[in-house]
């Protein structure tokens, strides 16, 4: 089988088109995508709203969905984030008869959904592009930045020079930088 044709098969099958596959797709991300949500909201009820229309918004645009551009999970939480900064909009246009449209504990929940929801996204984006650069590179990012050992005990580990460590360290990065803007996200510089 080739290349293209499992990539178009495999997207194909990540496309919620009946309602088993959209059962299965809400059991695999709604509880996370509840979390993010409570997270960044902290209401419950607005929470699941968020979920729901999420689901509703990927049944309705599954044949926009591109699985080679992102992940499915990746593609129903930048749904979700755009919800979540709606949903605390919104809110923020209605405040409690106590405070005062446009205060600044409105703006200030506004910016905390958005970074909540930024935040979750660049994790799962960060994620998928650690998959997509090299063992070799994926290692030396694990080991440095998610499981903090000293580059003295990594290159001791691997049998190489500090110096070498810390060069690999360089190009790594340098790898999941231009994979993550590959995937769309940019940076300021």
């Not at 995508?33 to 209401?43: E, H, Q, S, V």
């Not at 968020?50 to 645009?61: G, I, K, S």
């Not at 999941?176 to 300021?188: A, D, I, N, V, Y």
């Amino acid at each position: 089988m080739s290349d293209a044709f499992a990539t178009r098969r495999r997207a194909h099958r990540l496309r919620p088109g009946t309602e088993a596959e959209l059962r299965r797709e809400y059991a695999e991300h709604g509880g996370n995508l509840f979390a993010m949500a409570y997270r960044a909201l902290g209401d419950r009820g607005l929470a699941e709203e968020v979920v729901q229309e999420t689901f509703v918004r990927a049944w309705r645009a599954a044949d926009r969905f591109d699985a080679e551009k992102s992940s499915r999970k990746n593609w129903l939480f930048t749904i979700a984030r755009n919800l979540i900064v709606d949903a605390a909009r919104r809110r923020s246009k209605q405040p409690p008869p106590a405070r005062t449209p446009g205060s600044e504990e409105d703006d200030e929940a506004i910016g905390r959904a958005e970074d909540t929801a930024e935040k979750a996204i660049l994790a799962i984006e960060v994620e998928e592009a650690l998959h997509r650069i090299s063992d070799e590179h994926r290692h030396v990012i694990l080991e440095v930045h998610y499981r903090r050992k000293p580059y003295s005990d990594i290159a001791r580990e691997m049998g190489v020079p500090s110096g070498t460590l810390r060069s690999r360290m360089y190009y790594a990065l340098k790898s999941l930088r231009q994979t993550l803007e590959e995937m769309g996200r940019s940076f300021q510089t």
